[in-house]
Structure formats: C-alpha cells, structure tokens
C-alpha cells in the first residue's frame, strides 16, 4: 500500500526557511516520482515542484524557482523541500504526492496518492 507522510511545516517569518520531508512507503522511486503541491484557503491547488530520481531531473513553478529545491534520499524512503526566502504568499497546506508523471499541473489527480499535508504559514 502507498503511504505518504509531511512533516516539517510550521509558523515563520518573511525571509525565513523550512524543510519540510515527505516519508513514503509501500515504492520505491523507481516506481514512482514525488511531487509537493500546495494548497490556500480560498485558491486553487498549486503545484510546487517535482523530482524524477530516475532521469535525475526536478522542476519547480515559477512562483518557487530559485527559492526551494527539492531533493531525495531513497535510502531513507524521504523526500525534502528545501523552501527558503520565504513569502507570505507561500502560506498553504503542502502535500507530497506519489505520481507517474511529474507534471506540475496535475500532481494529485488520479491515480496519484498524496498525503494529509502540512501547514506552512508565513508572516510578514
């Protein structure tokens, strides 16, 4: 069975950092790529960004390029943002999601499996 956790959100300031680790089981990044996409009260989900352990390719919205990086460790069955610089436009529920294409645009569509999320806020 797929399962995916988060951990990692909380309260921050403008400009500050977070780490947040997405821990699955149940695959193997062979088997699928893990997204993060996000989600605010009032908009539209968002996807954030992607890693393909296979190609070894990530890609990231616009909206977080050159302020987060996503990375792996297979070994630990983890995957991490890396958010830095951050916004309070960047305050949502963030899920990790297990997904076959890595497309940003659709990350938790079917037949994805993605987690409960959690909370990032961030103050001015």
């Known amino acids: 069975e797929v399962f995916l956790v988060e951990s990692g959100g909380g309260l921050v300031q403008a400009g500050g950092s977070l780490r947040l680790s997405c821990e699955f089981s149940g695959f193997t990044l062979d088997d699928y790529h893990i997204g993060w996409f996000r989600q605010a009260p009032g908009k539209e989900r968002e996807g954030v960004s992607c890693?393909?352990?296979?190609?070894?390719?990530?890609n990231y919205a616009d909206s977080v390029k050159g302020r987060f990086t996503i990375s792996s460790d297979n070994a630990e069955s983890t995957v991490y943002l890396h958010m830095s610089s951050l916004k309070p436009e960047d305050t949502a529920v963030y899920h990790c999601?297990?997904?076959?294409?890595?497309?940003?645009?659709?990350?938790?569509?079917?037949?994805?499996?993605w987690g409960q999320g959690t909370q990032v806020t961030v103050s001015s």
């Open positions: 999601a297990a997904t076959i294409t890595c497309q940003l645009s659709n990350l938790w569509e079917p037949p994805s499996s």
């Open positions: 890693i393909n352990s296979i190609e070894s390719e990530t």
